[in-house]
């Protein structure tokens, strides 16, 4: 949806930024937006998307200066401003949504409070006609008794509610501009999809213009007009978004497109029996309380029946809470369950069992958080090397070997068994910890959000090195994840969870093209995926 | 709200139980008898016995334990062995005079580094900044006595403006109390305001960090009020619980500053007490102290939701 | 970080300073710190007796110099006995949790409560007046600050993954315990050691001021302090330069501390 | 108790006004180091609370200043031939401070309160038997005769009466209990009147208008001329011996007790009168003669004439006091020329001994304190320099107070620089560290000819007889050396010029002999 007068809302031209030591961060990226258009900025992390759009309005962090370019908003160059001049611009003329919800707003501070000092700095309105307004605007975000929300402090609301607060809040004003910083990438697909469409609907009412910073690729393709790719600092690419998406000039926008998890081939499994069978398996959380008040116990798995046959890939999906993480764990052998039972090649698994120790030689797991996975005090060769403690006949150099050769099938220098983790990058540092997970060729492997926290680019790695080395070593696999994409790429089953139960199972194909459950479509619905790119979200 | 102290107060007994218990056994355990200690180098046995009886120190440690404990339950702490005075009205006649001390001290040093702390973290790395910190590591490292001995020197000794020593209750003289209080003040509130600068300074830079700090910025506001309305409330909540650990350490053992003021405070009473094997008086000064901690902290819990409104709800 | 390389400098000089007087002092001091010079009692600094002599006659450059020893021995071994017990309750409660986490910490909090000078006491009336009862008794009062800290920093350990993926390697507590919390609880122990050892040196201090410290013909700057208390109005730098000797110790301690902690909590590291 | 007896504050004033012609009345202020404990006189007290509450009370009997024995309310002590019975004849003019007159059913009930145990008297086990001496029967056969039958023959009966720590045994009028029983303040014959008490603060004593002092031109010890000078005594605590010091200074403090280390300080002030006054205490090195080193006399004899025992009188006293190697207080009546007689310093023999003795170079512990003010550290300060000069390794064990006071009663130690408390008569005195080792730890001469020649000091009661006794005592003690006596304890005392004639009498306060501008 083009605006067809020219003169743009803001004009950023060569907009250079540096540390006190001269390494620049940002090298003279130039782009424009014109009233009530909605333009994405899309990189990876340390790309210098977040660090370009927080100095358009002087919220760079202190350390950093802008030592060229410039930036004119409607007609006034920002940098000229003096400190009284732009702060009178923000709030007013340019609001502002942030990422962490937990923490953007102010715990000790009621709600109505908070949004009131923005009305009060930049309006002459009395405080009854503020106080409507407050209440108007919580209404058109649809917070449940506004009257009520505005004498509550923060904590008491969920994470999509503080969003929409916020974004309450930023249009209160009825700036020209809204620059939303990663809006939504810490919630729910589902709640991401109600608070993307609400800020669609709010910024089209008010004409005000969106810059929208992500890395999430779909998302951003989904619902801007315009999209601008940055990488290390510099403008790679910037196109109207379809043009761009079908029609990518540059290698990097190319090879970011390429990154897009994609359904991937239908394998033959074989069949035989299970490898893993889990029968009505319960598990409770205390509720904790004192010595006093003694609450019931949290049910977090409701009665769970599955199989996973040798070699099969089985994904388990579901929003957050909804116990896909807990069973995993329970599953992997971490948490002990309330009720049910879980076999490994028929034989049961609980500590003390015989089934115990072959199924702690054959059972492995790979962790989210690149950052808490690897023990920061270990070189990388100890750490996998951990693994191969109590191999029986291992000769410290046939130990060696080992390592070496599996640092190799993950694509990792050999050098790198000496280094120590925070030496290493989140994508290498998830290498290593799938290293440490196959080099004692385990027969079954549970893989909690293995990717979720990487990079577009390092994700279709290491997904792609997980799939080769599946196939090559024959593990089957339980891959928990959030993200269907990237579940459509690799899942041979696919398991749908919701609060502790599961609500639907069946082959990829089977789930993603004729899901039965409404949960099933409803999370289909909300997450963007590449597949089928339609700019289905403008139209109404 | 009630719910709640009485909570505290029961998650509390048992500490204060053990530490009761290990008090009443360890001070019988070491060497030193009081009615020894009593009746001199020339204790014939038959008096040294009368004695023991009367204080009743010929029981076996059990009982003697669990008579102490149920007249505790009934608020009867024992009378002094050295002078025979109700334990329980000594230890508060000694810990008012300390209690004085130390309360006006810590307000002060709060009120001085609380302010100095934030503006420190606000301008960090700044010339202010950098300033402070020096000055209160300086402050820091001056042990309290040594501090005490030397404003001692210089305004009582040499300028003779102050009183150098003694004491002087308010209730006889209140004026000359109060120049008695300005020595043994000012020694806790230059070192206290080293402890609470830097205190201060680490949780106010812990708030600025945050997202809200920026989303205040980012309505437009004045860096004066994202500091006071924003930052000051969220950063006071950390440091008000340490300002409520200084006190409770404080009120335990200032000992050695009321020696050197000649202050007849709980800590030097404490000590006497030791030396003299006066048992009901140690327990009931080391009862009461914990027992002020509990208090203490109580109290900080209570006023802690002021500042932090997530707690209230707990 | 110009602040922190600036402490460090300084901090550095300062205990390079005194460490020096007391290697120094080990071997060789101006005169004889111990025995008595009934001659020259209380003399004010002069050429001589640069910093004066005390009530016996005794230099008291010279028994600053091995007093230093002293002190410094004595909140190293107390140190170190206060971080091996504090990590020993500290490990066992953080890790097992529980009951157990519930009467250690029950424990732990009493002997918080407990005055240091009845534990000094009762220690040096078992072990007899010596640096041991006094290294004991210290030891033993600030564990339970130790323990605090170890216990919270090995429960936020406890959730990591690296230790769930040795769990998961069949490794046993006892050798993750070893292997994996052990070592990471070194960087705040190594800060929370550096202030401890100030705090240690107040301590001794305190306890000489009070009549309990070290016995008194072994020099230690606490007890020089405490002595000198009856005759500040004749003869005040005999209190003027062992509480100067503490002070500098001191802020030579806190400064490296501040230093040491910048560099090795990365959350703080852009202060 | 807090509150002042209105009656006693007017009936001073008026009597002070009408007795001396109505000057205003004089008042000095002294300091005490510590709070009395209790005003009953012989219970719960130490020596500070004997030294304020025997300006009160009297005893039948009381000490003279060389410690022999002297009548005091009792104008006559008659003893039977068996030395069983004793009668006292009170003096007629004796008036109690509420104004009834002394009678014996005074004595009497004092006497049976004394023994009742619920008192808890200090010297009971004195007098029931259960230290060998009982008092049998204590009869009034009439207004102004005591007589006392006791089980055996005792020279220290009276003696034990006039005791310090026992309160005098001094006699109480009825009215110091109130009618409850309960006691309430001491109402006796002493020159002073106990007027008030505030807890941890101080006590204020008035002038007795009515008293009448016993026979003697001047004071003798607890005899003597004891007409007290002074209206009202303000004595004020003050636990801190440099604000005491600063108290002088100022002049807000008339008397006060000092330090010997002050004393240099203090002596030449020109508005202060410093005095040392020695008492009866004993200052000495002892040996613990179970521990095999110890137990080798020449060992002993080369500590005993290894030591200078002038210098290191003169170190650990500030000068103010000269050797006494004797049990024998230097006052005492028995301190005769054989007493006198002490250890010869000689380097050369000394190292002779050492040689002969048993002692291999090991390294000796030796005990001491740092409690103010005794001396105990000083002197072990010294001893150990000296020793070293003659090849001894001494090491000095600093202990606190009560531990050091733990292992002085076990005898776990090898050599202790100890402090023993006063006690007048010399065989109280030898009792004091003479005794048989296996009945009591504390004993440090564990000889049976002088424990025997002790036991016959106490029951011979002719000064002849005994003073044979105690020089006989003496030389064994400097040829066996089981301790070395150094010098009697002193107590060092300052007041202002305004104040004359103040004198105390072993380290006690005697405030009937000071006078307001001498």
């Known amino acids: ?540 | 709200m009630l719910r709640f102290v009485v909570r505290r107060l029961l998650a509390a007994a048992p500490t204060l139980f053990i530490s009761g218990a290990a008090v009443f056994f360890l001070i019988r355990l070491i060497p030193g008898d009081p009615a020894a200690l009593l009746l001199g180098d020339q204790a014939d046995a038959a008096s040294l016995a009368d004695l023991h009886r009367r204080l009743g120190l010929d029981q076996g440690l059990p009982t003697q334990f669990s008579l102490w404990f149920q007249r505790m339950l009934h608020g009867d702490l024992g009378q002094s062995i050295r002078t025979g005075e109700p334990v329980l009205s000594l230890v508060i006649d000694h810990f008012v005079v300390s209690a004085r001390i130390v309360f006006v001290a810590v307000a002060l040093a709060a009120a001085i580094a609380v302010p100095a702390g934030m503006l420190a973290a606000w301008r960090q790395n700044g010339k202010l900044d950098i300033g402070l910190v020096s000055a209160a590591t300086v402050l820091l490292s001056i042990p309290s006595f040594w501090l005490g001995l030397m404003l001692l020197y210089l305004f009582g000794l040499e300028l003779g403006w102050l009183p150098v020593i003694g004491y002087v209750d308010f209730s006889e003289d209140p004026v000359a109390a109060l120049t008695y209080m300005v020595l043994p003040v000012a020694t806790l509130v230059l070192h206290e305001t080293g402890i609470l600068i830097r205190m201060a300074r680490a949780s106010t830079l812990e708030v600025l960090r945050l997202d809200y700090i920026t989303y205040a910025r980012s309505k437009g506001l004045s860096e004066g009020a994202v500091l006071w309305r924003h930052a000051f409330r969220n950063a006071f909540g950390p440091t008000w619980t340490l300002i409520g650990l200084v006190l409770g350490n404080l009120l335990g053992g200032i000992a050695v500053v009321e020696t050197v003021f000649t202050i007849p405070g709980l800590g030097r009473l404490l000590v006497d007490s030791i030396f003299g094997r006066d048992y009901p008086v140690i327990q009931g000064c080391l009862l009461f102290v914990a027992f002020v901690y509990v208090l203490i902290n109580l109290v900080v819990d209570l006023l802690y939701p002021l500042f932090d409104p997530r707690v209230a709800e707990a | 970080m110009k602040l922190r390389k600036m402490n460090a400098a300084i901090g550095g000089t300062i205990l390079g300073a005194i460490a020096l007087a007391a290697g120094i002092g080990l071997f060789w001091t101006p005169f004889d710190p111990v025995t008595l010079g009934y001659a020259k009692r209380l003399a004010a600094p002069d050429a001589v007796h640069w910093l004066g002599t005390d009530e016996f006659g005794r230099d008291v450059l010279s028994r600053l110099m091995t007093a230093a020893a002293t002190s410094a021995r004595i909140s190293v071994l107390t140190v170190a006995t206060a971080v091996l017990l504090g990590t020993l309750v500290g490990v066992l409660s953080g890790y097992l949790r529980g009951w157990t986490d519930r009467v250690l910490m029950a424990f732990n909090d009493a002997l918080l409560a407990f005055p240091g000078i009845l534990l000094a006491l009762g220690f040096l009336a078992v072990a007899g007046a010596n640096e041991y009862g006094i290294v004991v008794a210290l030891g033993i009062a600030y564990a339970p600050s130790v323990a605090r800290i170890v216990r919270g920093t090995v429960m936020s350990l406890r959730e990591m993954d690296y230790i769930a993926a040795s769990r998961l390697m069949g490794n046993s507590e006892f050798f993750i315990v070893w292997r994996h919390v052990l070592p990471n609880c070194v960087a705040p122990l190594v800060v929370l050691a550096t202030s401890m050892f100030g705090w240690a040196l107040l301590a001794e201090s305190a306890l000489s001021f009070l009549g309990l410290g070290v016995p008194p013909p072994a020099p230690t700057w606490g007890n020089m302090l405490a002595g000198s208390r009856p005759f500040i109005a004749k003869a005040v730098w005999l209190a003027i330069f062992p509480g100067a000797c503490i002070s500098l110790t001191l802020l030579g301690i806190n400064l490296l501390g501040d230093a040491l902690r910048d560099r090795l909590d990365p959350r703080m590291r852009n202060t | 108790m807090k509150h002042l007896h209105g009656a006693t504050l007017i009936a001073v004033l008026l009597t002070g006004a009408t007795a001396t012609a109505a000057f205003a009345a004089t008042r000095i202020v002294v300091a005490l180091p510590a709070d009395i404990r209790s005003s009953m006189p012989g219970t719960n007290r130490d020596d500070n609370t004997d030294s304020v509450i025997l300006n009160v009370v009297e005893g039948l009997v009381g000490y003279g200043e060389g410690g022999d024995v002297k009548p005091l309310l009792a104008r006559s002590v008659e003893t039977s031939a068996d030395g069983l019975t004793y009668t006292f004849r009170l003096r007629s003019d004796v008036r109690f401070h509420n104004g009834d007159k002394l009678s014996s059913a005074d004595v009497l009930w004092s006497w049976n309160r004394y023994m009742d145990p619920k008192t808890e008297w200090r010297c009971l086990a004195e007098f029931d038997g259960r230290n060998d001496l009982k008092v049998l029967k204590v009869e009034a056969p009439d207004a102004s005769t005591v007589v006392m039958r006791i089980n055996r023959r005792s020279a220290l009966f009276l003696d034990t009466l006039a005791r310090t720590d026992c309160g005098m045994t001094g006699i109480l009028s009825k009215a110091s209990v109130k009618a409850d029983g309960t006691w309430d303040r001491p109402i006796g014959t002493g020159p002073f009147e106990f007027s008030d008490w505030k807890r941890g603060r101080g006590i204020t004593l008035s002038r007795f208008a009515g008293y009448k002092s016993p026979e003697g031109s001047k004071p003798d010890g607890y005899v003597g001329l004891k007409t007290p000078g002074v209206d009202v005594v303000q004595l004020q605590v003050i636990p801190d011996p440099a604000t005491v010091k600063l108290g002088m200074a100022s002049k807000s403090v008339d008397i006060a007790q000092l330090l010997s280390s002050d004393v240099v300080e203090v002596k030449n002030d020109p508005a202060l009168v410093t005095s040392a006054e020695s008492d009866s205490s004993k200052h000495a090195l002892l040996f613990q003669t179970r521990d095999p080193l110890m137990a080798d006399a020449k060992f002993r004899r080369a500590v005993a004439a290894a030591l200078d025992y002038k210098q290191l009188v003169d170190v650990a006293s500030d000068g103010l006091s000269k050797p006494n190697n004797s049990a024998v207080f230097e006052r005492s009546v028995y301190a005769d020329a054989t007493q006198r007689k002490g250890f010869k310093t000689d380097l050369t023999q000394a190292k002779a001994l050492l040689k002969e003795s048993s002692y291999r170079g090991q390294t000796i512990k030796l005990i001491a304190n740092k409690r103010s003010p005794m001396p105990s550290f000083q002197v072990a300060l010294v001893t150990q320099a000296m020793l070293q000069a003659i090849g001894i390794k001494v090491e000095i064990e600093v202990l606190e107070w009560a531990t050091q006071l733990d292992r002085y009663n076990a005898g776990n130690y090898q050599m202790m620089s100890f402090s023993y408390s006063g006690r007048l008569d010399p065989a109280l005195s030898y009792e004091q560290f003479t005794g048989d080792k296996a009945r009591q730890a504390r004993k440090v001469w564990d000889n049976p000819e002088a424990i025997a020649l002790i036991e016959t000091a106490r029951t011979v009661s002719d000064k002849a007889e005994r003073q044979k006794i105690f020089d006989r005592l003496h030389e064994m003690a400097l040829a066996d050396v089981p301790l070395i006596n150094l010098y009697n304890g002193l107590t060092v005392w300052s007041r202002g010029k305004r104040v004359g004639g103040f004198s105390p009498w072993e380290g006690k306060l005697r405030l009937w002999t000071a006078r307001v501008g001498a």
């Not at chain 1, 789930?511 to 089928?532: C, K």
Request: hydrophobic share 45%.
């Open chain 1, 1 to 540: 949806m083009q605006k067809n007068d020219t003169s743009s809302l803001l004009q950023v031209s060569g907009l250079t930024l540096a540390l006190a030591d001269g390494k620049a961060l940002v090298h003279g990226i130039s782009f424009d937006i014109a009233p009530g258009e909605m333009i994405g900025i899309v990189g990876e992390s340390g790309s210098g998307k977040t660090l370009a759009a927080r100095s358009l309005i002087g919220l760079a962090p202190p350390a950093v200066h802008r030592t060229a370019g410039s930036i004119v908003f409607d007609g006034q160059e920002v940098t000229a401003l003096s400190a009284g001049a732009l702060r009178k611009l923000r709030g007013s003329r340019i609001g502002m949504v942030f990422q962490e919800p937990m923490t953007s707003l102010n715990p000790s501070m009621a709600i109505g409070r908070q949004l009131d000092e923005g009305l009060a700095l930049h309006t002459t309105l009395s405080p009854a006609q503020r106080r409507a307004r407050i209440l108007e605007m919580l209404e058109r975000v649809r917070i449940q008794d506004p009257a009520a929300a505005l004498s509550a402090y923060p904590h008491r609301f969920s994470g999509g509610m503080r969003q929409r607060i916020m974004l309450a809040s930023a249009m209160l004003l009825r700036p020209s501009l809204l620059i939303a910083d990663e809006p939504t990438t810490a919630l729910d697909a589902v709640v991401q999809r109600e608070v993307m469409d609400l800020m669609v609907e709010l910024t089209r009412d008010h004409g005000t213009a969106v810059l929208m910073i992500s890395h999430d690729l779909p998302m951003v393709a989904r619902y801007t007009d315009r999209m601008v790719v940055m990488h290390h600092g510099r403008i790679v690419e910037s196109n109207r978004t379809a043009a761009l998406v079908s029609a990518p000039r540059e290698d990097y926008t190319r090879k970011l497109l390429a990154a897009m998890p994609t359904r991937g081939p239908v394998r033959e499994i074989p069949q035989a029996a299970p490898i893993l069978e889990v029968d009505g398996l319960v598990l409770d959380f205390p509720a904790g309380g004192g010595l006093l008040s003694k609450r019931p116990p949290k049910r977090a798995l409701k009665g769970i029946d599955l199989r996973i046959a040798p070699g099969e890939v089985v994904a388990l999906v579901g929003g957050s809470g909804s116990g896909k993480t807990t069973l995993g764990r329970a599953i992997a052998g971490l948490l002990q369950p309330s009720g049910g039972r879980i076999l490994f090649e028929g034989k049961g698994i609980a500590r003390r069992s015989e089934g115990w120790a072959r199924y702690r030689a054959q059972c492995q797991m790979v962790f989210q958080d690149p950052a808490s996975s690897l023990d920061p005090r270990m070189t990388v060769g100890a750490s996998i090397g951990e693994a191969l403690t109590g191999m029986p006949g291992l000769t410290p150099a046939a130990r060696r070997g080992r390592i070496l050769e599996v640092l190799q099938e993950v694509s990792l220098p050999a050098e790198v068994a000496s280094r120590y983790p925070h030496e290493l990058s989140g994508g290498q540092r998830q290498r290593v910890a799938i290293a440490r997970a196959v080099v004692r060729r385990p027969a079954f492997i549970v893989a909690d959000e293995p990717v979720s926290a990487l990079d577009v680019t390092v994700r279709a790695q290491i997904l792609e090195l997980f799939a080769q080395l599946q196939s090559r070593h024959g593990f089957s696999c339980l891959f928990i994840s959030h993200d269907l994409a990237v579940v459509e790429q690799i899942a041979d089953r696919v398991i749908v969870m919701r609060h502790g139960e599961i609500v639907e199972q069946g082959p990829r194909d089977e789930v993603f093209d004729r899901p039965h459950h409404d949960y099933t479509r409803e999370l289909l619905a909300a997450a963007p995926r590449m597949g089928g790119l339609v700019h289905d979200a403008m139209t109404p």
